[in-house]
């Protein structure tokens, strides 16, 4: 039987991804553009037997979220710049602590309260960089409906097997916009539980890691006692000051993430085998480069779009691949200073042509701006 | 019966502990410990959540569940905790810059939602960690090391703003009554909704080097001579009360606590479509 499809927002879809993906706590403080997440949580929640809390601020809500998520709960929160920021601090206890969790930020046109209403992809650096101390976070950013639904699953995978918080990094475009859309069926995508201990409960160490990297996380009521902390810990979970701990558990932190690398950085590709005109794009400014690529190629330009579906680990190995075989490298995003362009830079070095296409105005970039840039 | 001692909660080999001599964090953890003891309270069930400061280092000590979060934000991940897993003992220790200076808005929406943790602020007039500087809960006047000619602000009062903001049972005590302050701790675990139990301490390292209350036994004598059983002190005029504070219970109510009014509502989401 043909599956009923809807139209539906994306925020709408990515909360029920995480209802998908068995998300069963959500802690908030609503933010345009990122409360139709919160609204439809605070009612499904209730129906499926988890837990909907509207805390006082941004800094409570992620706190709220670790809580639960140590408690045994699939745990998430949705918000856009300001209460991404007020985030910041708590989100390094769940790295530090490997509280698998999920951050949905609605990226909305910055700096400060800036354009509540408005697009922008310009958090891209604060995604990565947001935190104090030397640290590592996956981050995806999906471009349609399907995205927003499927990746919010995924978001809920790499969180529950790394141990780590995920952010999911919609800009405002994607979040509000509506596509045909249905649910997938129960089974149709895969969904990962967080590994439990299997050894007796006196030999439960929640900082040991197995060979894939991750060590084990009980909850709080199950039969394993256990310690998370903020503060330097060693395998046992209490504070230990030793240099040579701090060493191996920071590495540690990051080799994790690390040795996973191929699996995380998730990329698509649209008509790039041939391509002299490599557009690199994510998010909405995706479905313009395609525009634009497909205008390009009906003017005889060979052009095709690389979209990174994972912003963070950032995708080298891809990146660099795909450029070796263009003349020209185009970087569509809406912020002004190129945080994505910087980054592929990077990667390609200083001789490389990188062009760049940015808007900060808090409007769209249109497939036409991307074709001034290619033709 | 023997004396609880609350050893069994203690992890081997971490003593000596960290705090200064004379400090009364050590002694509020004690009775604490002595509490659960008396409770049967089991490691498994019960989540000891610190903030950040000499208080939030009592953890370390501790071989129940355990969360050390960020300075201000314990009573929110104890939200968390407690708001999924209900049937958990779930404690939060904190400083007074933890639970009011930094974390007041937390503080205020624990104890407006009632939910049901037991949150023990040692309020020692200022920041004991980091070296003894002001807090929103050093009085008037007082020096501390970031209010060398006295502090020009006011003081919170911890107990009232946990009343007014509506936590179930308030109590206060001093560690010159450890007996009482088990007892109130214990009525504190006890009570469904959100409890609070301050704790008058002495830093005799920092607040109480700086204001002329070096030894400890002075900051416990000011404790004695200023503290008075709550039925005296309510029958003192307002001029004689500005000398004095209340201990013992203070509040005791029985408000339905959050996760009880969470589930009356879950009741209505789920109710059959009439
Ligand atoms: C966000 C943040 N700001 C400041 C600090 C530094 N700091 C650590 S403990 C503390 C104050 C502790 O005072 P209190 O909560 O009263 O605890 P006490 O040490 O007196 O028990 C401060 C300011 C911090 N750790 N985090
Ligand atoms: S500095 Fe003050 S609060 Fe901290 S341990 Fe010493 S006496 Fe106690
Ligand atoms: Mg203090």
Redesign the interface.
């Known amino acids: 039987m043909a599956k009923e499809a809807r139209l539906v927002q994306g925020n709408q879809a990515m909360a029920e991804g995480a209802i998908y993906a068995g998300a069963?706590?959500y802690?908030g403080y609503p933010i345009t553009p990122s409360s139709e997440i919160a609204e439809e949580c605070s009612?499904v929640m209730?129906?499926v037997g988890g837990?909907y809390?509207q805390?006082?601020?941004e800094?409570?809500?992620i706190?709220?979220?670790?809580?639960?998520?140590?408690?045994?709960?699939k745990?998430f929160t949705a918000t856009s710049g300001p209460g991404f920021s007020l985030m910041q601090?708590?989100l390094g206890?769940a790295v530090m602590?490997e509280v698998p969790c999920v951050v949905i930020d609605v990226q909305r046109c910055g700096p400060s309260t800036g354009l509540a209403t408005k697009p922008a992809q310009s958090d891209i650096m604060q995604l990565r960089w947001g935190r104090h101390g030397d640290q590592i976070v996956i981050a995806l950013c999906p471009a349609t409906v399907n995205e927003c639904f499927a990746l919010t699953v995924t978001a809920f995978n790499f969180a529950e097997k790394f141990r780590v918080p995920v952010i999911l990094a919609p800009d405002e475009i994607v979040g509000h916009m509506r596509e045909n859309f249905s649910v997938p069926e129960p089974g149709e995508i895969a969904v990962i539980d967080r590994k439990k201990p299997s050894v007796s409960a006196d030999r439960y160490l929640p900082f040991a890691a197995d060979a894939d990297g991750v060590a084990p996380l009980a909850a709080?009521?199950?039969?394993?006692?256990?310690?998370?902390?903020?503060?330097m810990h060693g395998r046992d979970?209490?504070?230990n000051n030793d240099p040579a701990n701090a060493a191996w558990r920071v590495a540690q932190l990051h080799r994790k993430i690390e040795m996973h690398q191929d699996e995380i950085v998730l990329t698509k590709s649209f008509a790039v085998e041939d391509a002299d005109v490599l557009l690199i794009a994510y998010g909405a400014t995706t479905r313009a480069g395609r525009a634009a690529a497909m205008e390009a190629r009906k003017q005889g330009i060979k052009a095709g779009v690389l979209q990174l579906v994972t912003l963070w680990p950032f995708a080298d190995k891809e990146v660099a691949a795909l450029a070796k075989k263009a003349k020209t490298v185009v970087v569509p995003e809406m912020n002004y200073s190129g945080q994505v362009a910087g980054e592929v830079r990077r990667v390609l070095g200083s001789g490389a042509e990188i062009r760049r296409v940015n808007s900060y105005n808090g409007e769209i970039i249109s497939p036409q701006d991307i074709l001034k840039a290619i033709v | 019966m023997s004396h609880a001692t609350g050893i069994r909660y203690l992890k081997d080999g971490v003593l000596p502990h960290m705090w200064c001599s004379g400090c009364g964090i050590g002694v509020m953890l004690g009775a604490m410990l002595r509490a659960f003891e008396e409770l049967d309270y089991k490691n498994t069930d019960t989540v000891v959540v610190t903030g950040i400061g000499c208080t939030g280092k009592a953890d370390d000590y501790l071989v129940t569940n355990a969360l050390h979060t960020t300075h201000g934000r314990a009573l929110a991940y104890a939200t968390g905790i407690k708001a999924f897993n209900p049937s958990l003992h779930v404690v939060v220790l904190m400083g007074d810059g933890d639970s009011v200076t930094i974390g007041g808005n937390h503080f205020i929406h624990a104890a407006r939602r009632n939910i049901d943790l037991t949150a023990i602020v040692i309020h020692n007039f200022n920041f004991g960690m980091t070296g003894g500087q002001v807090a929103g809960t050093t009085p008037g006047g007082r020096f501390t090391s970031t209010t060398a000619w006295g502090n020009p602000e006011r003081d919170f009062d911890i107990c009232a703003l946990a009343e007014v903001a509506g936590a179930n049972y308030v109590a206060r005590e001093t560690p010159y009554h450890g007996w009482e302050l088990k007892e109130r701790i214990k009525e504190a675990l006890d009570k469904k909704g959100f409890s609070l139990v301050e704790v008058f301490s002495p830093c005799p390292t920092h607040f109480g080097k700086n204001n002329e209350m070096k030894q400890t036994r002075e900051m416990l004598d000011w404790f004695r001579e200023r503290g008075l059983p709550v039925e005296r002190y309510r029958k003192l005029s307002a001029g004689e009360k500005k000398n004095h504070f209340p201990v013992g219970k203070l509040v005791d109510r029985d408000e339905p606590d959050f996760n009880a009014r969470y589930e009356e509502i879950r009741a209505r989401a789920t109710a059959p479509e009439g």
């Open positions: 069963r706590f802690a009612k209730l129906k837990v809390m805390m006082e601020d800094i409570a809500s706190a709220a979220v670790i809580g639960a998520s140590l408690t045994g709960a745990a601090e708590n206890l602590g709080y009521g199950s039969d394993y006692v256990f310690h998370v902390s903020s503060s979970g209490y504070s």
